[in-house]
């Protein structure tokens, strides 16, 4: 929660951010969800992951990136209801910190996201690594989410039980 206090600048400049924060998750689950119900899948990383790769034993690829896609679309939609049902946004946030937590664990499963052309040093690689890198950054943002969203429902609660 934040209140103008004495700097309206840093008012302002937060609240933007907050809004950038939430929206831009938005747009990114639900660009990223509807990209699964074309060509993009998550196939190449979720068969080297021990914790995901049974999925593709019991369902087809198809099948697998519409339900991620799915989830990913109604995680937005939930989000972008936070001035309106701050639960339901929750719930929306909640499901993207488990969908983010599934996709950085693919950081440690899934071949070449680190490389050594750095001199031998250890760089992460273009695809996969940094494209799952940004993850972090996401997963971060949807926690925030998830707890903003948490508290504006319990002041919600508070304030219609002193109606």
Excluded: C
């Excluded at 914790?51 to 519409?66: D, G, K």
């Amino acid at each position: 929660m934040i209140d103008g206090g004495p700097n309206p600048l840093a008012y302002n400049v937060t609240r933007a951010g907050q809004l950038v924060s939430r929206y831009g998750l938005v747009v990114v689950l639900a660009w990223i969800g509807f990209g699964k119900y074309v060509k993009m899948e998550s196939r190449v990383l979720i068969e080297h992951s021990p914790l995901m790769s049974w999925i593709y034993h019991v369902f087809s690829v198809t099948t697998v990136a519409r339900g991620l896609g799915t989830m990913e679309i109604v995680a937005a939609l939930l989000i972008a209801l936070h001035p309106l049902a701050p639960r339901a946004s929750a719930v929306g946030s909640a499901l993207a910190v488990v969908l983010f937590s599934g996709t950085i664990s693919f950081l440690f499963t899934t071949p070449r996201v680190v490389l050594t052309h750095a001199g031998g040093l250890p760089v992460l690689s273009a695809l996969p690594g940094q494209f799952l890198l940004k993850d972090l950054v996401l997963i971060g943002v949807a926690l925030w989410t998830l707890g903003d969203s948490l508290t504006a429902a319990a002041n919600s609660t508070l304030a219609r039980s002193r109606e």
